[in-house]
């Protein structure tokens, strides 16, 4: 199969995924919507109102963590069960399975990218000024894609053997989300507190986020290129691990 034709096969299952998916909704397509904003006010309403935390921009600062993350979790838990979940179309072709992984990354990212636009609105209309910094996102979107490719593809790899690690990368991704600085500074933080956390890639990319929409500056390019350095290992390991393994998790699934 050429470059091409796995492109297009990849970008059309994407497609008929995101549309299957909208038609077991009563609201199809808006729901891609609903959801997230439902599970950002959820958290507004129990950090913001409920503990009172953080001052008048905190919604625009809670958000730009929020949307970012959101695309992360939800790209890792689907896609590390890619494989499992497609057993029966892998047992009626065969086929690469890291499409199947290329697959699923790309309806997530078209879903964060509808949510996206939708928080630049939001920005907009509430009064944050967004400027040329914009072009900023450009990077720090491709080092998170990269990122997500990297974990999602070594997670699809092992979660057919092993059933079990899905729930370690369900819990892993918890103690992430409340080490990522969503909900405060970490700048604002101790300088060893700040060491550690900043070990979670996420860190940087969020920060990043904030930097270009909130603080209309350019994003800390040297800490992205860590993370992009980090996703690049990531990548090479999951295409090795899945090309090696292609064959044999039509057994493993069954």
Known sequence: MTRTNAANLIWHKALAELKAESSRAYVGILWWVIEPVLYMFAFYLVFSVGFRVGGPGFVPFLLCGLVPWKWFAASIQTGSNTIVANRGLINQIY??????VATSIVASTIK????????LLFLGLSGVTLDHHLVGLIPIIVVQLA????????AASIVPFIPDFKLLIDNGLIIMFFMSGIFFDISERPERIQEVLSLNPMVPIIGAYRNVLLHASWPDFEALAVVLAEAAVLLILATRVLSRYDRQFAKVIN
């Open 95 to 100: 086929f690469h399975k890291r499409l199947l």
């Open 147 to 154: 990122l997500i490719a990297g974990i999602t593809g070594v």
């Open 112 to 119: 964060f990218t509808v949510v996206l636009t939708l928080l």
